[in-house]
């Protein structure tokens, strides 16, 4: 006849919380990630190594318990219960802690690396749309401008970084939010593709249009991603920005967000996005009554 | 008047993937931590200083593209839409790569040197139920018992680790799945507190009931967690196991779970839970018509 015994577990020593990992069972990590199987894709093994490893570790460096476990469980729950067409909350909450911004910089440099649009669109962001129509030169993107809007004459030229000289057919595709901070499908009261414009250079490689002078908002906060914002004593605003793609065939498309360098939050973005190189400076526009700033913004292209 | 131009970035070496942190802007965790406010919980910002860094670094690590990232939000998204009263799927996610069975161990080990019974009681699992009656000894906790299932008689003693003498006035808790793997409160056809017993012990210290020998059954495998372990190449089952609590008051608590040394993926746990010590055997027993296997399990208590 078999007997067992149940004694407690708790024989090790009385050390406090934090630092030492060795307290805990030190096969474990390397047991979960070889439990995966022969048949598993290389890249996705590659992915779940690393990620396993680094959850586990988090998990020990700070002693992690089954009630804070938890609450983040219960957080990621209600992201997902709270995301649809519309609004997608974990991305968010990846936003707030930057890595949206930082899988954006990985994307970047390896799509620099890389020959293939596919990759290299893949940092558009949420808010791109690939079916905007074709606008005359000087178009103003801006229908139905609001009272508190500040428009904005925005211009400039494509060249080639080989040979210095001025890109023709090349797209630019400029998107923003309106002074509510929402992008136009976000928002039922603007005209479908407001605040949007595609534009193709000429032979002079020159483009131009009306704008908005953008303004900051706040990254929805009355979910999930809010309350870990507030938690950390964060505000939720984003500095004022406009998207921009610029793309030709043969050559590599530049894809990425400008900042106003007047704006608020260039300093805490709450999504991180903000680069020195990326803040430009609109000036005051005299002699044109459709717009009270301008922004000349050029745009030089490599060959893929 | 201002003007800017935008330039490739990608002016970065060549390298391959993989291996090289330092191609990322070495400074960006750094930001992203120290945008905690000065009113931050203490705790808190120690758990997301780890977790934003073991993120960061994780994404780094296997240069995590933003469609790699994105396939990882949709499943969190869709953790969230599947989860209800019934039905936790963040959790079984993070359990299929050892997180809850990483974070018990820690909580475990908390509680070890804790005094509270708050802190302790926190990994009694999603299963534990407050409010079951207590029985007689020598109870048959299994109602309507299937037809596969094989009932077994489970007993033993509580002895006090100080004195080692019997220890009267301990709640024993057991609770255990139906062979159909569905616990009584997931499984509409169970009665209620159907496999589950709560015996307080005698003068003797000792503890008996009837119960079935537990059977292995799958993780919930139609959801993400389901998808990462057919993905990770691996099967969804737990092995056999029988949940016990032992509680007095003046002595710290055991919380367990004990496996059967013939169950079928004691190697392969889906959440990875088993421990050698936690192998027990199942003896056949002779003479009595209600039970074709016993258990003898003694527990020993330590004081607070």
């Not at 007997?3 to 934090?18: F, K, M, Q, S």
């Not at 909450?93 to 390896?110: H, N, S």
């Not at 494509?158 to 400029?174: H, Q």
């Not at 498309?253 to 360098?261: A, H, N, R, S, W």
């Amino acid at each position: 006849m078999s007997t067992h015994t149940a004694v407690p577990e708790d024989t090790l020593n009385g050390a406090g919380r934090g630092g030492n990992l060795e307290r805990y069972d030190p096969e474990f990590t390397d047991k979960v990630i070889n439990a995966m199987g022969p048949k598993t894709n290389p890249r996705l093994r590659t992915i779940m190594t690393s990620l396993i490893r680094h959850v586990h570790d988090f998990a020990r460096e700070c002693d992690l318990t089954v009630d804070e476990w938890m609450m983040g469980v219960n957080m990621i729950n209600r992201c997902g219960q709270m995301s649809d067409d519309k609004r997608n909350e974990s991305q968010l909450l990846c936003d707030v802690i930057g890595l949206e911004t930082l899988v954006d910089e990985i994307t970047f440099k390896l799509a620099g690396e890389a020959t293939d649009l596919a990759t290299q669109s893949a940092i558009l962001g949420p808010f791109y749309r690939h079916d905007v129509p074709l606008s005359e030169m000087g178009t103003n993107i801006s229908d139905n401008t609001p009272n508190d809007a500040v428009p904005a004459y925005m211009f400039g030229k494509v060249t080639s970084a080989k040979t210095g000289k001025p890109l023709a057919n090349v797209e630019i595709d400029i998107w923003q939010a309106s002074t509510n901070g929402l992008y136009e499908q976000q928002d039922p009261e603007q005209k479908d593709c407001n605040l949007r414009g595609r534009f193709k250079t000429g032979p002079n490689g020159e483009y131009s249009l009306y704008c908005l002078k953008p303004t900051p908002y706040p990254v929805p906060d009355d979910g999930p991603a809010g309350e870990l914002l507030n938690l950390m004593d964060r505000q939720p605003f984003r500095p004022a920005h406009i998207h921009i793609l610029a793309q030709c065939e043969g050559h590599k498309p530049i894809i990425t967000q400008i900042f106003d360098k007047d704006s608020k939050f260039l300093d805490d973005d709450s999504v991180f996005a903000v680069k020195d190189a990326l803040v430009v400076t609109f000036d005051p526009r005299k002699g044109d009554k459709l717009a009270q700033y301008e922004l000349h913004y050029d745009v030089v292209l490599k060959s893929m």
